[in-house]
DNA sequence: GCCCAGGTATAAA
DNA sequence: TTTATACATGGG
């Protein structure tokens, strides 16, 4: 990976494996869509347009924004070929993890996302029986409505970048004040998150670093978190790369093309695996109906 | 109108 | 412990 500043921002050039449609467009993050021919978005409080060129990938940011908070943000220091490979080789007990190879192909591009812990459980709860676009939308206008002005987004009706609301912006308010979000009886869920977090009885870095079936179990006690959205926020918002979300299209899909194998079997990365998986489940909808 | 969307809480078997 | 149902929105 080289790193190079030039007058629209940084371009980065020589990675592997990394395209934005991949990564930015698969239900992982709700915050980013296509402007002209790339990509604006917020994470966190940091707004953000990218886009591929075909010397690398230009980010309008600094470089010290860069090194900061984008490249661990889109995870660009892991080796996604060395790990491909890795999964290649890894039949763990003789199981058959080979269908890996074809699955990869059909997102090679795809980055496991760090997003804020916060915002991933919020996302996710909203994300329960819900479908992308109607997530992005109810995301948007919660931002919009109680997140701090943080930037400029030409995409806005308003043409400001509003970042990801806080705990403490949500957990004073009622479902009346979440109503204009139109995400019905989800509300609910979204204060009782918001509550739990700001007054610190769920303390999510805390979480972060507790062996997975304890950290499952803690957000599990919050209302509206169950299996699938614990394992998303332990993925996409603490890192934890052995999570693996396991939704109806995945079980079916489990037992297509890894007959007898269960996420463990994947290893200590079986999160990336199991994105690998998904994108071929969007691909073949066939083989999970 | 009907069905579905990367689910979860709740009540019943 | 497992299975059925309601849950609010909005798009196809």
């Known amino acids: 990976m080289q790193i190079m500043e030039n007058p629209e921002g940084v371009l980065v050039t020589g990675l592997e494996l990394f ?9 992982q993050c709700f915050r980013f869509r296509r402007d002209g021919d790339g990509w604006r978005g917020v994470a966190g409080n940091r707004p953000l347009f990218l886009r591929e060129t075909p010397e690398g990938v230009l980010f309008s940011c600094t470089r010290e924004e860069f090194e900061a908070f984008w490249r661990g943000y889109f995870d660009l220091d892991r080796d996604y070929a060395a790990l491909r490979d890795g999964y290649r080789n890894l039949s763990a007990q003789g199981k058959d993890l080979s269908s890996l190879r074809e699955c990869a192909l059909y997102a090679p591009g795809i980055r496991v996302l760090r997003q804020d ?3 991933a459980l919020i996302s996710f709860i909203i994300s329960q029986n819900n479908n992308v676009g109607r997530i992005q939308g109810i995301v948007a206008r919660l931002c919009r409505r109680f997140g701090e ?3 400029a987004d ?14 403490e912006a949500l957990a004073g308010r009622t479902e009346d004040d979440l109503a204009l979000l139109r995400a019905g009886w989800r509300a609910g869920y979204i204060l009782d998150a918001a509550r739990k977090v700001a007054s610190g009885e769920i303390d999510l870095p805390a979480i972060a670093a507790l062996p997975l079936p ?6 599990q006690t919050i209302r509206g978190v169950g299996p699938k959205v614990a394992e998303c926020v332990l993925l996409y918002g ?8 396991l ?3 995945m079980k079916r899909a489990m037992k297509q093309l890894f007959p007898g194998c269960t996420p463990a079997d994947f290893g200590d990365c079986a999160g990336i695996a199991q994105q690998y998986i998904f994108h071929y489940c969007r691909r073949h909808p066939s083989l999970v109906r």
């Open 19 to 27: 395209r934005l449609e991949d990564t930015l467009d698969c239900g």
């Open 117 to 119: 812990a916060f915002e």
């Open 149 to 151: 002005p943080c930037g």
């Open 154 to 167: 030409p995409l806005e009706p308003d043409g400001v970048a509003y970042a990801f609301p806080v705990p």
């Open 214 to 219: 304890e950290a499952r179990a803690q957000l």
């Open 238 to 245: 603490m890192a934890r790369m052995e999570a693996f979300p």
């Open 247 to 249: 939704d109806v299209w």
